[in-house]
């Protein structure tokens, strides 16, 4: 035990996984946005088909620390800017827990974020808007509005 206390502790450091992750899909997103706006009018959701894209569920455990939030929430919204096939995606993984989960947050610089992960969630499937109302979503869009 003396042996032990004699040994300085070693200085802890964040293993830069989830930035890696973070960065890897905001490259992603980027080239769906390219593919998208390439595309013709109302054939966006061709660009990610049916495979899913790796590091979503990964981005959905970012989102429970809370020094990659408020990045992995950006990187979030601009994914569900790519339309209903992202959507979709989002809500296969399970981003509905997380992000009502994040309602209860007070940080103001998640709210325009979360409103606009909101809108596009309930733009697509309108299931969505008795979840959101049972987790006091309407009290905090009133707030943010």
């Not at 996984?17 to 890897?24: G, P």
Request: aromatic residues 8%; contains cysteine.
């Amino acid at each position: 035990l003396e042996r032990l206390k004699a040994v300085p502790p070693t200085p802890y450091s964040l293993t830069p996984f989830f930035s890696d992750q973070l960065t890897s899909f905001e490259m992603q997103v980027a080239a769906y946005a390219r593919l998208v706006e390439s595309e013709p009018a109302g054939q966006g959701g061709a660009v990610l088909g049916d495979a899913p894209v790796p590091q979503l569920p990964i981005l959905l455990q970012a989102l429970l620390s809370q020094s990659h939030r408020v990045r992995a929430l950006q990187l979030l919204r601009s994914f569900l800017r790519l339309g209903p096939a992202a959507v979709q995606q989002t809500l296969h993984v399970g981003i509905f827990q997380y992000v009502a989960k994040l309602l209860s947050s007070s940080a103001p610089e998640l709210r325009a974020l979360l409103l606009h992960i909101w809108a596009s969630i309930i733009s697509y499937d309108r299931s969505c808007q008795r979840e959101c109302y049972r987790a006091n979503g309407h009290v905090y869009f009133l707030h943010v509005l």
